[in-house]
Structure formats: structure tokens, C-alpha cells
């Protein structure tokens, strides 16, 4: 579900798939194995993500959470035009950096 490039201190996480249902579990397991290291920064690339749920939200407010802990911030690029407006509604950008497509 999750490709990984490590350049300079920063991992992009690409998300291969759609963030809902089972693959929220899965992307939950992958993430929070990988933010367990200490990178300079974290980003997450959704260029392949047409849709996420309430659980996939909510791996990513916890993943956020962890990072925060840790003075790091989560930033996710390369988002759809419908998540980018869901993330603003919910207020998201608050909480992490969101960079639309």
C-alpha cells in the first residue's frame, strides 16, 4: 500500500491506493511502523488517492499526533481537489500541511 523514498533526511510515503475501509487497518500498520524512525521530515504523496474515509482520517490525525510528540509535522501532497476541500472543512490543515494536486 505504501511505496517509500528516503533522500536528505526526508521519507515520502506514496499511498499506492484509496484510503478506506481495510486499506485505513493497513496504511495504520504501515505508517505507524515507519514513523517510529526519526526522519527529518515526513510526507505523505496521495497522487494516487481518489477517496478516504473516516478511518483513513483518523490514521492520519494519529499519525500527526506521534509526529507532534516529536516536534515533526506529517504534510501531505498532491491531493485531489474533493479531499482538499473535506481537509479544509474539517479543518485538517491546522493539523499537518496539505498540498493540493
Given at each position: 500500500?505504501?511505496?517509500?523514498?528516503?533522500?536528505?533526511?526526508?521519507i515520502?510515503?506514496?499511498?499506492k491506493?484509496?484510503v478506506?475501509?481495510?486499506?485505513?487497518?493497513?496504511?495504520?500498520?504501515?505508517?505507524?511502523?515507519?514513523?517510529?524512525?526519526?526522519y527529518?521530515?515526513?510526507?505523505?504523496?496521495?497522487?494516487?488517492?481518489?477517496?478516504?474515509?473516516?478511518?483513513?482520517?483518523?490514521?492520519?490525525?494519529?499519525a500527526?499526533?506521534d509526529?507532534?510528540?516529536?516536534?515533526?509535522?506529517?504534510?501531505v501532497?498532491?491531493?485531489?481537489?474533493?479531499?482538499?476541500?473535506?481537509?479544509r472543512?474539517?479543518?485538517?490543515?491546522?493539523h499537518?500541511?496539505?498540498?493540493?494536486?
Amino acid at each position: 500500500m505504501i511505496e517509500k523514498q528516503i533522500a536528505d533526511g526526508v521519507i515520502t510515503l506514496t499511498v499506492k491506493q484509496d484510503v478506506v475501509a481495510t486499506a485505513g487497518v493497513q496504511l495504520k500498520s504501515e505508517l505507524m511502523a515507519i514513523i517510529v524512525d526519526d526522519y527529518d521530515q515526513y510526507i505523505l504523496d496521495f497522487d494516487q488517492v481518489n477517496s478516504i474515509d473516516s478511518s483513513g482520517v483518523g490514521v492520519l490525525i494519529a499519525a500527526q499526533n506521534d509526529l507532534g510528540r516529536r516536534g515533526n509535522k506529517l504534510k501531505v501532497t498532491n491531493v485531489s481537489a474533493p479531499i482538499h476541500k473535506m481537509f479544509r472543512i474539517m479543518r485538517l490543515d491546522k493539523h499537518f500541511d496539505i498540498e493540493p494536486k
